[in-house]
């Protein structure tokens, strides 16, 4: 009897844990009032469930896409078949213009400077609306050219007045295009060093004519208004008029390796007419390469719209909001419409990838300047100093669409490789072991028909810091700028903030929800920050394997973790191999 009472009980117990499974599993997905019958959707676009693999070991890890992969593959196989030779590249870097300048992101004739001719042909080919530049001009210039970010190739802030350090020494996407036959020209603004071996003709360049520096360096001391206690004292005028740096245009050609040849010297008159003069360059150099069996690379930096803007008299009021900012834009957009009619009229327009874009966020200490509907500006790190204006176009090859995925101006050197030859871990081949290529072929997401992006996460750097990650939407901060943290009054913000190098470890926004960056939800959204700080404690053990340079740098009194003496990074790497820093992404 026993025996029978005790399988009754057994059974009754089974069927209690049975029936209490099935409750417990009846509501897994809903609130305390009941489950949830929506059942939810993926987007393919995001990737935060997914694990980025790296495509050599000294490359940014990589989502794969194979068939948007194939389908790139066919139709730049059928372009190559049609013109016969590899396709062109024109990058078209405006400077200091912010996210919503333009009208394709909202700006243009809402904000008094219409821009018909970007709109145009951003509306006819990929509108990129997360991309990143860095938080300033020369350290994004040098990314551009070298494929890694600002702790990767060392050039951490704008080297001003002929400070030593630039590009020298570095692998550079001239460099490489020159060897796979491309005649290579750049136009315009150069600001990645003055030394001899960061001279645009040593760093991969048929041809380049521009300046060294930056506009600003070239006439603020000569502007009673702006530098009076220089420009109305003789001898700290004398002083910079001999300071050692170039004063002048400059035509650059490997004939001389030592030097470029000085043009006119820019003064207050001069700097009006440069872009008239650039863009006329640029336009002669597509007439050259009209019918040449040579692919070309064009890298037209524009002088506007840093400060300070000098319009000429054909400019000057053409914008309805007639300030010296919106009269630059505006001309800048007339220069792009001028360029891409004579990429049409030579033939070459269904075999050129154009990406325009910008150096970084608006300057927001000098008005009137550039706008963002982000927080922060030039010379920060929240996304109004590194989410820029970007789109690709390529007459038949790009289709019309906007895209949220992450795109950073790194991925164009190993895009533009792409397209020459070297896909993928391919590009590995061409650079030293030691060298870390931050950059990912994005070749597949720009051209196949539903592209993709092949970036999981984005680095954010700032100065020497090594400052946030984003996955999807969800971004978390370590270091970060304090826009009004020194100073109270005026236009604060960039360089004349404070900076915070510690957080209490949960600073994590939605960029979504909060694209000003001011609520933070990594505490009520942890299962969404712990892999966002998996990655971010990848990247950090990366920069142990692959160390960071210093070519132009800060002075700081709380140097990162990574740039100690060699003792102390020794036993940091150690305690971390032990410790851990997060959970390490494979």
Known sequence: MFRQVSTGLC????????????AAQSNIRGSTTGPTTAPGYNHPEQYMHLDAKKPAPNMYPVIRHEKLEENAAEKLAALAEKTGKKPNILIFLLDDVGWMDPGFNGGGVSVGNATPEMDRYA?????????????????????????????HHGILRPPMYGEAGGLDGATTMPMLLQKEGYVTQGVGKWHMGENTGSLPQNVGYDDYIGFLGVSDMYTEWRDVYFNPEVALSPDRFKMMEEDNFNHYEVHCTPADKDKCQNGKLIDLDYIKDLDTHWMDVSLAFLDKMKGSDKPFYLYHATRGCHFDNYPSDEWAGRSMARTVYSDCMVRMDYVFGRLMKRLEEIGEAENTLVILTSDNGPECEIPPRGRTPFRGCKGSSWEGGV??????????????????????????????????????????????????????????????????SARRSRIYTMNQYYSAIRIDEFKATITGQIEDGIMKRGYTGGFSGSVFTDTGGA???????????????????????VPLGET???????????????????????????????????AVKAWIKKHGFGRFQN
């Open 11 to 22: 059974a009754a117990a089974l069927l209690c844990l049975i029936g209490g499974a099935a």
């Open 123 to 151: 509306a006819e080919g990929l509108i990129l609306t997360s991309a990143y530049s860095t938080p300033s001009c020369s350290p994004t210039r040098a990314t551009i050219h070298t494929g890694q970010n600002p702790l």
């Open 387 to 452: 989410r820029v204006p970007t789109f690709v176009y390529w007459k038949g090859m790009i289709p019309s669409r906007k895209s949220d995925q992450l795109f950073d101006l790194a991925d164009i050197l190993p895009t533009a490789l792409h397209l020459a030859g070297y896909p993928g871990a391919k590009l590995a081949g061409l650079f030293s072991d030691k060298t870390y290529i931050d950059g990912v072929d994005q070749a597949a997401f720009l051209v196949a028909d539903k592209g993709l």
């Open 507 to 529: 600073v994590v926004v939605n960029l979504y929800t909060n694209p000003q960056e001011d609520v933070s939800v990594g505490v009520r959204h942890i299962p969404m920050a």
């Open 536 to 570: 971010g404690g990848w990247y950090l053990k990366e920069l142990f394997e692959y160390p960071p340079q210093f070519k132009v740098g800060f002075m700081s009194n709380n140097p990162p973790i990574y740039d100690t003496i060699p003792i102390g990074e020794m």
